[in-house]
């Protein structure tokens, strides 16, 4: 998984890994999560629960994601 924060503490997450309460800890002490990125059709499996974790985010998948991953 890779965080970018950006200059307004916005953070992206890309590639998100299984999530915790410690996870979710220490992002909150980074910043807000305002984007989920499922990069390619290997680095997804994640990309849901941190979906429902952060309901206000924006996702954004690689092309051809839905068909592999229709929910």
């Known amino acids: 998984m890779t965080v970018i924060r950006l200059a307004n503490r916005e953070l992206a997450v890309i590639s998100p ?35 429902s974790i952060y309901p206000q985010a924006t996702f954004g998948a690689a092309p051809g994601l839905t068909i592999k991953k229709p929910d």
């Open 17 to 51: 890994i299984q999530s915790s309460d410690r996870l979710v800890s220490q992002l909150g002490q980074l910043g807000v999560v305002k984007y989920i990125i499922a990069p390619n059709l290997y680095h997804y499996l994640f990309a849901a629960n941190f979906k």
